[in-house]
């Protein structure tokens, strides 16, 4: 344990203490916290003397003031980020970001997007210049920033768990990044305070100057967090998952501030999240991954309606497709035995057959049967829950309009489906085919 750690710091405020160093010396970090703790700045570099490992590589910092006016395109290119393999008998090198291409436009809200272990972590540490690529180039703008440190690439980053200093107001905690400029950047007290309000004004957190960070909800510190990383206007604002440890209302009102934010200030945008609705919701475009490769990008809307693959299919919606054994036959679609639809002139296959949520409709007459297993009724829609031999899931949801009236002791239940919202995926490869007539 370390002395921060004896005196009741937590292991966040511990990391924070270096996101902001600015060629900070000894007696400025003294000054923050109050007591006497071992670490010294060469540089940029915090050197470890009773502070763990982990804290001296958290070094984030924001744009300097020649940069303040200006937002930018980001390229990567061909970006590769491999690490050592532990296991004896797997391989020696594992790509956490594999071949990453993609340009992201000048003053828009991107979407990182993918499960637990994607590489979207990785990316962002990239991008900030936490860590250094295997391969590859990255450029803000024209400026080739792949060996710029940290500090000097104007970028600001909001973390998961806030990382705000406990012990400081949220006046206090806005105003430090500013605090430690130097030289020509240096600002005056009056600069530095309109800077600040001027902050705090646009997260609406303006009347909560003088609180520290304990007596604010955890909506109103993600909103101050955002507040000190936008307070020196970085070229690139970076959002590690700053939404998961809000409560459900929380998170979604907190989205659509973030949405506001980012749309006021135009700063290009990077979002990460393995929440496909919260992506989906606020991003001009995504991009999702899976295992450090790129499975698809643009709007969301185009994404989920023209899935490239049958991952991309399941990972995005909710409740999510229903995913079937299926075949074509005769330039016709079947699920079972029975005829979905007609095709257009594809060799006899097996395939997936992926059907949304809100692709069936009820019919008497309907061509694809199951059995019934319960109707829940959710307000303005009804979901159908119902099994049927050839699905991959146990069950099958279908989304009606609270309009029908469904009979929930009938032991089958008939649906038409909605052609757009049927996909047709190659049995091996799992890529999406084109299969409806022009």
Known sequence: MTELEKKGFSH??????????????????????????????????AMKLGCPTKVKSRRYTVCDRKNKEKTMKVILQNLTKKFPGRSKNGPKEIAAVDDFSFEIPDGKLIGLLGPSGCGKSTTLNLLCGLQKPTSGKIFFGEEDVTDLPAEKRGVGVVFQNYALYPHLTVKQNILFPLENLKGAQKLSKAEMMEKANEAARLVQIDDLMERKPSELSGGQQQRVAIARALVKRPRVLLLDEPLSNLDARLRLQTREEIRRIQRETKITTIFVTHDQEEAMSISDEIVVMKQGVIQQTGR????????????????????PINVFQGRIKGQKLYIGEEVIMETKDLPDQEVFVGVRPEGFVLSKDGSFSCELKGVEVMGRDISVVCANRASVNPTIRAI???????DASRALVRF??????????????????CFLKD
């Open 12 to 45: 966040n405020f511990i990391q924070s203490i270096v996101l902001y160093p600015e060629k900070m010396d000894e007696g400025r970090i003294l000054k923050q916290i109050d007591f006497r703790f071992p670490v010294y700045y060469e540089g940029m570099k």
């Open 300 to 319: 969301p809307q185009e994404v989920y309606d023209a899935p490239v693959n049958l991952f991309v299919a399941k990972f995005l919606g909710t409740p």
């Open 400 to 406: 009606i309009s609270a309009e029908n009236k469904v």
């Open 416 to 433: 038409t489906l909605k052609p757009g919202k049927v996909f047709v995926f190659h049995k091996e490869t799992q890529e999406r085919i």
